[in-house]
């Protein structure tokens, strides 16, 4: 994670490092998180897209929904107010290593705004992007509260919906309660940071 990360890589690459390695438990058995799972999802929905993964996300989301400030976070593009990830150190700030952004590919290579992700929330919610059975399969958890992406579980009687997310200098959550209309985005990029406990008291 600390000097692997720094260099060029395909996503082809990427999985050559992984696709060997001998599985953790049979799939179905246990639920583990990893970000491995995406990074192959992602190269799956560039062969059957034949689109790599930054093209269709623009063309099928970004640009449809009008969200002009998110995207591909690639290394090499100017991104105007993109910010920096630091490192806290006791009292001090320091700059994040750096990671080339063909490691997280699918697991987290983007970058975007609070008022993006609402839109997003909201084309989610009003079936723009998925049809309603692709809905319910996306939120219909799997094993230990996990769906499609995100944790489902019931918070003081309110149905919760949320992921956090976390690379080198930014960690992030989000909430979705579908039942009360309420979205829940933090954004940072200051770590470690509790934005959990933040997301959960905003919420």
């Not at 910010?83 to 009292?91: M, N, Q, V």
């Amino acid at each position: 994670m600390n000097r692997t990360v720094r260099l060029p890589a395909t996503i082809d690459e990427v999985i050559e490092t992984f696709k060997d390695k001998e599985l953790d438990f049979q799939p179905g058995e246990k639920f583990s998180y990893n970000n491995s799972g995406y990074i192959l999802l992602g190269k799956i929905i560039e062969r059957v897209s034949g689109h790599d993964y930054e093209t269709l996300l623009r063309q099928k989301i970004f640009q449809p929904l009008e969200m002009n400030d998110s995207g591909y976070d690639r290394n090499q593009a100017i991104v105007p107010k993109r910010a920096s990830g630091y490192t806290r150190t006791l009292i001090l700030l320091a700059n994040s290593p750096f990671i080339d952004m063909a490691w997280p590919h699918a697991a987290g290579a983007l970058y975007s705004t609070v008022d993006d992700l609402a839109k997003w929330d909201l084309a989610l919610h009003e079936r723009k992007l998925i049809g309603a059975d692709s809905y319910r399969a996306m939120y219909t958890p799997l094993m230990n509260n996990y769906a499609y992406g995100w944790f489902v579980r019931e918070l003081d009687g309110h149905k919760e919906i949320g992921h956090g997310g976390g690379i080198h200098g930014f960690q992030t959550s989000i909430l979705r309660y579908p039942d009360d209309n309420v979205l829940v985005v933090v954004l940072c990029n200051v770590v470690p940071t509790r934005v959990d406990q933040i997301s959960r008291d905003l919420a």
